[in-house]
């Protein structure tokens, strides 16, 4: 059985323009996507950041940030598996923030 590679994948989102939500990443088709690492910088005087894996209509909440205070930087380390067509994504109510996700993905068989 051969290999399949696996790819690091970086991805960086600087202030948002106001309130909404913000798709970091989509998973491409026949590959899986595992989020290792997930910052975020609060640039703003504003508190309160949700982070959502979206895939389809439904969501799922990774974490629920109730204040980040300013100038200060909310980290979170774990393992969490995203399939094709899943997304990465935050909805904000800051108006100033820096956001780092990082992890690797990898290609699966098509079925």
């Not at 790819?7 to 970091?24: C, I, M, N, S």
């Not at 975020?40 to 990774?62: D, I, M, P, R």
């Not at 940030?65 to 994504?89: E, I, K």
Request: glycine share 10%.
């Amino acid at each position: 059985m051969a290999s399949s590679p696996v790819f690091t994948v970086r991805l960086v989102f600087f202030g948002p323009a106001g309130p909404g939500f913000y798709p970091l990443f989509t998973v491409p088709e026949n590959m899986r996507f595992v989020l290792r690492d997930l910052r975020l910088t609060n640039l703003g005087a504003e508190a309160g950041v949700t982070f959502y894996a979206v895939a389809g209509s439904f969501q799922v909440v990774l974490e629920h940030l109730p204040a980040v205070p300013a100038n200060a930087t909310w980290s979170w380390l774990g393992r969490q598996a995203f399939n094709q067509g899943d997304q990465l994504g935050f909805n904000t109510q800051l108006s100033s923030a820096h956001v780092l996700a990082t992890g690797y993905q990898f290609s699966v068989p098509a079925p």
